[in-house]
């Protein structure tokens, strides 16, 4: 009710309720639950249900960018894959994943890779700096935060290096995550010392681009690609442990991959597709390109990349394939969890199927609203049996899955709503008993440093906590 309005005034409000409500109820890809929860926002607080659901409601990006994302997607030519390479999976339940993964970009699987997992953070970076170094062709990195700490100045330097040499360097940094970097004057020295430095979705006039979009849409995406055959993939933004714009959690725990191989080139895809977007200039003759040496690797590797241009459930549809595969064990570590219906009854089902199931999710999250809203699925996901863990030595940020110490999926995206829809994110599914098993020992190594959570944890967190946490669930497809 709005009595306080004039009545022309209720007349018109209550008319633009009435359109929001159908527009709630008519939008394409909105589960029931996200359906009702904007409902029921609406119809409390009418005013303010109608400007929230016009600013958050709906994954709005601006018709341009829109019509310039499909126009890329649809002449980038997409790498060479290797024919029959999933045959030599010779495993009928770890087919599907793959399968499905590469509908999501039409990029067929590779063979022949190499990748190792780097030992810490700041390995990962002295490595990819030594990369940078030797580079001979080009350097593109893309990145959601990029901090002005001792590791994101180092990678700053080594790009300055190797483009006063003559290499090509490219870089994409988010306009929210490394807004501070892109401001300062070591952005300003990459720019004048010849590295073509871009801004992803910028966001300029706040209002304007509520207007025409979301402010919230961002670049999630951590890739660094040199010359055509090495990719890094994985959770670490080009930052210091100690994460110092938010020091309270360090440190911030991650885990990062080198490849080398056909897979290279495929990360490359994804670049290039966010590059020209970005208004770079045309490089797509990389990817009809032969890779400039092939990795004597046996890798089974599947690049994926989602965002809010790709099918709605990419994502989850992904990892929910893969968890569906297990047979024996299951590994899962992530910094937020908020999944929707279909990925946590693909954990609660593998859990009660008789797998191994184990979850490691951080003891304190950067997010108290998150946090709140993981805990809210405690209850759930322990009842079916799983194993559920908590780390408590800084904040677990690795975005890992193990599947039967077989099968493997690394790389930048939560399990949450916001990776799911709002993200622009890439993920490599990997198949590689090697592999997976320095993965799952990456794994095993947080779960020791980590609390179980018991049954007799969640009956402790009180009534009213456990309201909180459920109000917080409820509205998680709101916010």
């Not at 659901?53 to 990006?61: A, D, H, N, S, V």
């Not at 341009?64 to 894959?81: F, I, N, Q, S, T």
């Not at 030797?134 to 990195?141: C, E, F, T, W």
Request: aromatic share 8%; with cysteine; hydrophobic share 45%.
């Amino acid at each position: 009710m709005l009595p306080d309005l004039p009545i022309p005034v209720q007349v018109v409000v209550y008319l633009a309720e009435i359109a929001v409500l159908i527009r709630v109820l008519v939008r394409p890809h909105r589960e029931p639950a996200s359906r009702l929860a904007w409902i029921i926002v609406i119809l409390a607080v009418p005013l303010l249900g109608i400007v929230a659901y016009l600013i958050l409601g709906e994954t709005r990006i601006s018709g341009r960018r829109r019509e310039r994302g499909r126009d890329v997607d649809a002449h980038l030519p997409r790498p060479k894959g290797d024919e029959g390479c999933l045959r030599t999976l010779q495993d009928g339940p770890h087919d599907a994943p793959f399968e499905l993964a590469r509908t999501i970009n039409h990029l067929d699987p590779t063979c022949r890779n190499a990748a190792r997992v780097a030992p810490d953070s700041n390995a990962a970076i002295e490595d990819i700096v030594a990369d940078i170094d030797a580079a001979q062709q080009h350097v593109h990195i893309c990145t959601y935060i990029w901090l002005e700490d001792r590791n994101g100045l180092a990678v700053k330097d080594a790009c300055i290096r190797a483009a006063k040499r003559g290499i090509e360097v490219r870089i994409l940094a988010d306009a929210l995550g490394s807004r501070q970097l892109i401001g300062s004057r070591h952005w300003r020295e990459m720019r004048d010392s010849r590295c073509q430095v871009r801004v992803a979705l910028s966001v300029g006039n706040p209002l304007w681009t509520l207007i025409r979009g979301r402010v919230d849409l961002r670049n999630h995406r951590k890739m660094t690609v040199i010359d055509n055959r090495i990719t890094w993939c994985g959770s670490q933004n080009i930052a210091d442990p100690d994460f110092r714009i938010k020091p309270r959690y360090a440190p911030w725990v991650d885990i990062m991959t080198r490849w080398e191989g056909p897979v290279a080139q495929h990360v490359q895809y994804l670049f290039v597709s966010d590059w020209i977007a970005e208004g770079g200039d045309d490089i797509r003759a990389l990817l009809a390109a032969d890779p400039t040496t092939a990795a004597e690797g046996h890798i089974l590797a599947q690049v994926i990349g989602t965002g809010p241009t790709a099918s709605f459930d990419a994502m989850p549809s992904s990892f929910s394939e893969l968890i569906h595969s297990a047979r024996d064990e299951l590994i899962v570590t992530t910094p937020y969890f908020v999944p929707d219906e279909q990925l946590l009854f693909a954990l609660t089902s593998a859990a009660r199927r008789g797998v191994k199931t184990t979850l490691i999710v951080p003891g304190r999250c950067d997010s108290r609203f998150v946090g709140a809203t993981a805990r809210s699925y405690y209850e759930d996901l322990l009842k079916a049996g799983l194993d559920l863990f908590e780390y408590r030595h800084g904040l677990l940020h690795s975005k890992t899955m193990v599947v039967d110490g077989k099968v493997g999926l690394i790389g930048s995206a939560n399990l949450d709503r916001r990776s799911f829809e709002l993200n622009f994110e890439n993920n490599i599914l990997f198949a590689d008993e090697t592999l997976a098993g320095a993965v799952r020992e990456r794994q095993l190594q947080y779960l020791a440093d980590s609390n179980r959570i018991t049954p007799e944890d969640v009956a402790n967190f009180g009534f009213f906590r456990r309201i909180w946490q459920n109000l917080l669930a409820t509205m998680s497809p709101v916010l």
